[in-house]
């Protein structure tokens, strides 16, 4: 079994920061990439950033220069750091990681975490 355990969510004043952990815990061989995704009501989920196991990030357009994605490859862990924060950001975060199960499968299964609600007042 995978588990996708997600912390660091909350409520803010906008301008403050936050940030996300997420830790792949559970049987599989390696991640190929792990990310996170957000969706606010009556929005779709979208993309907020992704790091792949090589270290390359990805950032959506919204929140260049103000998230930052980060790894702990030692911990299965991806974490997501959220400042200048605005109240268009409040949505709920959901960890994304695309596992390995298999020594000679290369590519990986998408697993979600339960998502964890980030608010940013006004």
């Known amino acids: 079994q995978v588990q996708l355990v997600e912390s660091g969510g909350g409520l803010v004043q906008a301008g403050g920061s936050l940030r996300l952990s997420c830790a792949a815990s559970?049987?599989?061989?390696?991640?190929?990439?792990m990310g996170w995704y957000r969706q606010a009501p009556g929005k779709q989920r979208e993309l907020v950033a992704s790091?792949?196991?090589?270290?390359?990030?990805n950032y959506a357009d919204p929140v260049k220069g103000r998230f930052t994605i980060s790894r702990d490859n030692a911990k299965n862990t991806v974490y997501l750091q959220l400042s200048s924060l605005k109240p268009e950001d409040t949505a709920v975060y959901y960890c994304?990681?695309?596992?390995?199960?298999?020594?000679?499968?290369?590519?990986?299964?998408?697993?979600w975490g339960q998502g964890t609600q980030v608010t940013v007042s006004s």
């Open positions: 790091i792949t196991s090589g270290g390359t990030t």
């Open positions: 559970g049987s599989f061989f390696a991640i190929n990439a």
């Open positions: 994304n990681a695309n596992l390995r199960q298999k020594i000679y499968i290369k590519r990986g299964i998408d697993y």
